[in-house]
């Protein structure tokens, strides 16, 4: 032990940087001295915390955000929407047999093989601790969820700047999370993902807490927040001090849905207008409104069998960032004017991606001429006074799986030669990031990749102009 301790601090601390926290937590359980040199790689841990809600894992939340050195580490806290189910254990168990995947050069085949003894067990284990975790997670149902645990972990952490994450949380093994798409009951699901978001944020503004950062949901594990559930939870969340809790958010993601929970909601919304000044869309917009400051911004549609698209012109009409610089929209439908006026109104924007976008009014030409003026604007800014640049100066700009309703074409981007592209060389996706690289052509096509009639050409040339006219 002498020797470790003799140990020069570059030494030590080159060896402390490659220990897991396993390794970590039984180093500094050794001795006092240990403990203290490797307190910086220990606190490293501590930066992003989750928490299903459990009564559990939010005590060992509270336990951290009173800590005078540890609570200062903490950087982001992601909320669990979890889902528990045994389907998959209890089919192990009746059957005796289990699924094994094996992966043969391009393709994984998949096997069934027998149970040992030891493994049924194992099984039977675990389909125990899962029936628990099942019962604990009724028990918060029923009673609700401990607001006042999580207002006292965001009440510790107020000085820190602080992210908060939503994630769905699929679990049908002990080991194994699974993405919300391996949820086969949606009720459950959105009924899970807006009680979660809800809860915890009540207990952001009644905590004070100020946050630097907010995802709602969507990305790797999927999921998406109600939009009947935000309309309705947003006037109480809003008299209890939303407005100041997002006032210093600088980024936000929100993925959201057109789905209602409820079959008596589901008959009131169908009596609505399916446009864009629907009270739910205003909901959306309101949030985003609420947090000026915002700097990136990604809005994702989910879009539900059987439900609503979902549409973003009322965000752009009622939600001013001056401060923006990247901003995605995907899955939705938006107006061509408010797009434009999108671009017109945030000058300061470097970063654009529209992914799955439908034109749902007006013509993407004016979309790709303003485009191209801005860039070339932006690779002619030295010649140009501040008063002749009157739009944003591009820096990224990313279409990907693009089209227009009606008709609902995708819109296919290709090579700028002389020759006509094959179909294989279509591409639905391009990335332009400088002026010299406009030099695309976009082609309509029918979704099969089929040509009909004599279909128009919006080709970027050298000077940055679009022109158009047939193929």
């Known amino acids: 032990m002498a020797k470790i301790l003799n140990m020069p601090p570059e030494l030590m601390g080159h060896m402390v940087q490659d220990l897991g926290l396993t390794d970590i937590r039984s180093l500094r359980l050794s001795c006092r001295e240990l403990c203290e040199k490797s307190s910086h790689r220990f606190k490293t841990f501590l930066a992003h915390q989750k928490t299903n809600l459990s009564e559990e894992s939010l005590r060992i939340l509270v336990e951290i955000s009173q800590h005078i050195d540890f609570a200062p580490c903490v950087q982001s806290i992601t909320i669990l929407a979890t889902i528990y189910s045994t389907t998959q254990l209890d089919k192990i168990i009746e059957t005796g047999t289990r699924h094994v995947a094996e992966q043969a050069g391009m393709f994984t085949c998949t096997t069934t093989v027998e149970c040992t003894q030891e493994e049924l067990e194992v099984a039977k284990a ?13 028990h918060v149902q029923t009673a609700g969820i401990d607001t006042s645990m999580l207002g006292a972990i965001f009440h510790n952490l107020k000085p820190v700047p602080l992210a908060l994450s939503f994630e769905v949380n699929i679990q049908k093994d002990i080991d194994e999370r699974r993405p919300a798409r391996f949820c086969s009951d949606l009720s459950q699901l959105w009924k899970r993902t807006s009680h979660t978001f809800i809860a915890t944020m009540a207990a952001v503004v009644r905590s004070g807490l100020i946050l630097n950062a907010l995802r709602v949901y969507g990305g790797r594990w999927g999921g998406a927040l109600s939009l009947h559930d935000l309309h309705h939870a947003l006037p109480p969340l809003k008299a209890e001090g939303l407005t100041t809790a997002l006032a210093s958010l600088h980024k936000l993601y929100i993925c959201v849905a057109p789905y209602v929970t409820d079959q008596d909601n589901a008959e009131e919304d169908n009596t609505e207008e399916n446009n864009s000044n629907n009270d739910h869309y205003t909901a959306l917009a309101e949030i985003i409104s609420f947090a000026p400051n915002i700097e990136e911004l990604d809005v994702h549609g989910f879009k539900v069998r059987g439900e609503h698209a979902i549409y973003l012109d009322s965000i752009i009409q009622k939600a001013l960032l001056h401060k923006l610089k990247t901003c995605t929209l995907r899955g939705a439908y938006i107006e061509e004017d408010s797009l434009l006026q999108l671009l017109r109104n945030n000058l300061q924007l470097k970063n654009l991606h529209l992914k799955k976008i439908v034109l749902a009014g007006g013509n993407w030409k004016n979309i790709f001429n303003y485009l191209a003026l801005t860039s070339s604007r932006h690779s002619a800014s030295h010649e140009r006074d501040s008063c002749s640049a009157a739009s944003c100066k591009l820096d990224v700009v990313i279409l ?5 309703s009606p008709p609902g074409r995708l819109l296919r981007f290709v090579p700028r030669s002389g020759e006509k592209a094959s179909v294989d060389a279509l591409r639905r996706r391009i990335k332009i990031d400088s002026a010299d690289r406009l030099r695309h052509g976009i082609q309509y096509n029918v979704p099969s990749g089929r040509t009909k009639g004599s ?12 022109e158009f006219g047939p193929l």
């Not at 279909?455 to 679009?466: A, K």
């Open 455 to 466: 279909p128009e050409l919006y080709r970027w040339m050298n000077q940055n102009i679009i």
């Open 126 to 138: 675990d389909r125990g601790l899962i029936l628990q975790k099942i019962a604990d997670q009724e």
């Open 400 to 404: 990907d799986s693009l089209s227009e």
